[in-house]
T-cell receptor, first 114, second 112 residues
Framework: EPEVTQTPSHQVTQMGQEVILRCVPI?????FYWYRQILGQKVEFLVS????????KSEIFDDQFSVERPDGSNFTLKIRSTKLEDSAMYFC????????????FGDGTRLSIL | DQQVKQNSPSLSVQEGRISILNCDYT??????FLWYKKYPAEGPTFLIS?????DKNEDGRFTVFLNKSAKHLSLHIVPSQPGDSAVYFC???????????FGTGTRLKVLA
């Protein structure tokens, strides 16, 4: 069964450094998402991406965050200058079409900011 | 922002019995609801969904019920199996936006 893959599984970074989290969505999917889950808290929406542009973002997704689909397969989340509070699990998800289609999630990247 | 709530943090059920997981929401604009299962160190796995035009959707051992007037949905697992032990999240979205709002999760333990 096709799946969403994320790399790395764990990223440790010094505060203030840039980090890029990578995702390969399911190949025929058109909608892409990033969510995060801070330890012990809810899974929270960050951003949705369709047709090479951001379609929606949350208040969490400030100027320090950016997303990109640099080629036909990868979808990346960049945090420009990491803060301690960025430590969380980051999940990438993809969905096939518009309308109500279930999003399929990767196994996440655990980001630890020191 | 507690638009989606799962008030039971944990639930234990005997193998073979029914598991009932509950979820409440406050936003009447939500029109699509989903249940996900999550094992440790894995991402959420889609289980079953329901549109607001329905009140029930069934897929094998999993049934989701939606009560729009009560703003309540539930997931029934029959019969429960030890492999069902995981954290279950409900999620909701509305037309015009495809972001999901998640509940806090219920940890289900199925006892052999």
């Amino acid at each position: 069964e096709p799946e969403v893959t994320q790399t790395p599984s764990h990223q440790v970074t010094q505060m203030g450094q840039e980090v890029i989290l990578r995702c390969v969505p399911i190949s025929n999917h058109l909608y892409f998402y990033w969510y995060r889950q801070i330890l012990g808290q809810k899974v929270e929406f960050l951003v949705s991406f369709y047709n090479n542009e951001i379609s929606e973002k949350s208040e969490i997704f400030d100027d320090q965050f950016s997303v990109e689909r640099p080629d036909g397969s990868n979808f990346t989340l960049k945090i420009r200058s990491t803060k301690l509070e960025d430590s969380a699990m980051y999940f990438c998800a993809s969905a096939g079409t518009g309308g109500h289609q279930p999003q399929h999630f990767g196994d996440g990247t655990r980001l630890s900011i020191l | 922002d507690q638009q989606v709530k799962q008030n039971s943090p944990s639930l234990s059920v005997q193998e073979g019995r029914i598991s009932i997981l509950n979820c409440d929401y406050t936003n009447s604009m939500f029109d699509y609801f989903l249940w996900y299962k999550k094992y440790p160190a894995e991402g959420p796995t889609f289980l079953i969904s329901i549109s607001s035009i329905k009140d029930k959707n069934e897929d094998g051992r999993f049934t989701v019920f939606l009560n729009k007037s009560a703003k309540h949905l539930s997931l029934h697992i029959v019969p429960s199996q030890p492999g069902d032990s995981a954290v279950y999240f409900c999620a909701a979205s509305r037309s015009g936006t495809y972001k999901y709002i998640f509940g806090t999760g219920t940890r289900l333990k199925v006892l052999a």
